[in-house]
């Protein structure tokens, strides 16, 4: 995915390179990124586009609903994501990878949970499931594993408990984040060193 930053003089930047004017409708090529009419509608719109995914990578549907709900009219809203989809810019397939991996790794989140997340992001499932099968390979780790980074984690604020109370508790807890019934289980014999 291109970084896209907008510099206080109006100059897009597209991987720190300068691309041209903010104001404008776009250029016919998508990898210009440049404007080349100060009075079409459909620049602000742009614009407005291009500096909500400087603050945070969004889904097609996350930045449509956006840009709506700032009041940008509805006829400009679709051909700016369909332009920002062609120049790379807005991909739900690597949002989906990039969230799953981040959320798999960082917050090891169950497959359950990050299907949920992304369908709520407006990331069809097929797409989903696959970013999430892609993490998993990338991060060379399984649900099971995952199971069990969420279990160790947890088990910090609960070793003081008695060992049943701990086994309950653990179990209780990653089967609220959605992980597999035999994942947890394994998961909590593991980090309590149970049989």
Known sequence: M?????AREGVLRVDGA????????????PNRLTFSSAKDPAAKTYARALRLLTLRARTVHELRGSLLEK???????????SRLTVAGLLNDAKFAEDRARAQLMGKARSRRRLEHDLAARGVPREVASAAIRRAL???ETTEADVAEQAARRKHRALA???LEEQRVKLFAYLARQGHPADAARDAVRKVLGTR
């Open 2 to 6: 291109r970084l896209v930053t907008i």
């Open 18 to 29: 300068p691309l041209g004017g903010a104001a404008g409708a776009l250029a016919d090529d």
């Open 71 to 81: 009041g940008e009219p509805a006829e400009n809203v679709e051909p700016v994501l």
């Open 137 to 139: 390979v990338v991060a």
């Open 160 to 162: 003081r408990l008695p």
